[in-house]
Structures are given as C-alpha cells and as structure tokens.
C-alpha cells in the first residue's frame, strides 16, 4: 500500500489520550486518511461527502482515526487542506471531558488562516456529530453551515467551495478581556494563562495543566462546574456564528 505510516508522520498521538497535546499533530498537506496511513488523494472535492471544517482536533489524524475506530468504522476519510478566509480558531468556552478546552470557530471576517476540510460519508458524520454533542440537548456543539462568500474556502488548485459545515460552540467562546474572542495558542499555554487568572479555577483543578487534565477526565461534574466558572467570570462572548445554527438545532 503507497503512502506513510501515523507513526512515520508524527501524526499518531490523539489528545483524547495526551490532552497537554491538543489540537493534536496535523497533516502538512491535503491526504486520504486509510486506517494508520496516509495515502495520496486523486481529487480535492468529494461530491458524494459531506465538507466540515477541522478547527481542532478533528484535523488530527490520530483523533479522527480513534473517534470512527470506536465506532468500527474502518471507510477511508479525504482531508483536504484549504485557505479559509472569514473564520478564526477561538476557545470553547467549556471544559471537555477529556481533560482540555478545546477550539472553536469564531467569525473573523479580515483573517485568513489555513484549515482542513475533512469529507465525510453519512456514518462517519454521524460518528463526528455524536463526538460533538450534536444530537444531544445538553450537548457542546451544534453543526452549521457556513456558506460562501461568508466564509470563503479556497483550494489548492485555485478552486473553492460553496461552503462547508462548523461545529459551532453552544457555550460561546473565551474572549481576551476586551470582548474580542481569544484565539487559541494550545493546550499547555492555555491552561496556564486560564489558571493564573483564576483562584477559584485554581481550587477546581489544581495550579498545573498537568492538575487541570487529570482532575476534567478524573470527574464529569467539575467539567460542567468549570463550565459555568467561565460564565460567572464573564470570560464568555458570542462566537459571531450563532446565525448560521438552524433553529431546530438551537
């Protein structure tokens, strides 16, 4: 079988397993995600799939593969590298389960920044989707639409999509003190920056990332405890995406 290896590409390692690396390793170029390789794609657009935009780690190999394995899920996964203008990589203003905080979109309409399009099957979405939270009514994340030209997405070959889907954060995101959302700078220096400018985030989970993993994936309640931190903090501002939510899903 052509291609690399995960393992030969340094894409391997999930966050779902080594938190402080969230977002996870992502690919250096546009490739078919095959089990634990990495083969050559024979196209960029994939009409019979779904495009969603990978702002964390979705965009890591190692995630997307261990997400759709515990699924049995073995299908072959595009993941196309795209220019995207109008869109950003903001903080979920929630802790994960995990054991971190991970990225969310937020609208930008001046940044252009390089992002990942994963193409999906109708079971790997819905794999995907459960991921997020998306069919629950407590869940994290609502899936939506982000057409051109609110968001244009730019292809390697000079092309561009009608747009693509987002998992938008139902929580809203992280702002820099001034109401602006904060970009995400990884896991280590988040949690770090988040729990020097916290004592009772401090009294939750610990003074160390290395504390704040442990204690999220040790206990379910104290994500949700930490969740409402952000809110009674006032560190929570609009993504700039809710409009594009389908009510239904709101």
Excluded at 211 to 234: I, N, Q, V, W, Y
Aim: glycine share 10%.
């Amino acid at each position: 079988m052509p291609g690399r290896t995960l393992e030969e590409l340094g894409l391997a390692r999930a966050p779902r397993d080594h938190p402080l690396t969230y977002p996870g390793a992502w690919p250096k170029d546009s490739g078919l995600l095959r089990g634990d390789r990495i083969l050559p794609l024979d196209r960029l657009v994939h009409e019979d799939r779904v495009p969603v935009l990978a702002v964390g780690s979705n965009a890591c190999p190692g995630q997307l593969r261990h997400k759709l394995a515990e699924s049995g899920i073995t299908t072959p996964v595009p993941m196309v590298r795209t220019r995207v203008t109008g869109l950003d990589v903001g903080v979920s203003a929630h802790v994960s389960r995990l054991g971190y905080v991970s990225a969310s979109p937020v609208a930008t309409p001046a940044c252009t920044r390089e992002l990942f399009v994963i193409w999906l099957d109708a079971r790997q979405l819905t794999v995907i989707d459960a991921s997020e939270g998306v069919p629950l009514r407590d869940g994290n994340y609502d899936r939506a639409w982000l057409p051109a030209p609110d968001v244009c997405i730019e292809l390697s070959d000079g092309g561009t999509l009608t747009g693509a889907y987002a998992y938008v954060n139902r929580h809203g995101v992280l702002h820099n003190g001034l109401g602006t959302p904060r970009g995400h700078p990884g896991q280590r220096r988040l949690l770090s920056e988040l729990l020097a400018g916290s004592a009772p985030l401090r009294e939750l989970f610990g003074v160390t990332p290395e504390d704040f993993c442990a204690r999220a994936r040790a206990d379910a309640a104290l994500c949700r405890r930490g969740t409402r931190l952000f809110a009674e903090h006032r560190w929570v501002t609009a993504s700039g995406l809710e409009g594009f939510v389908r009510p239904e899903r709101s």
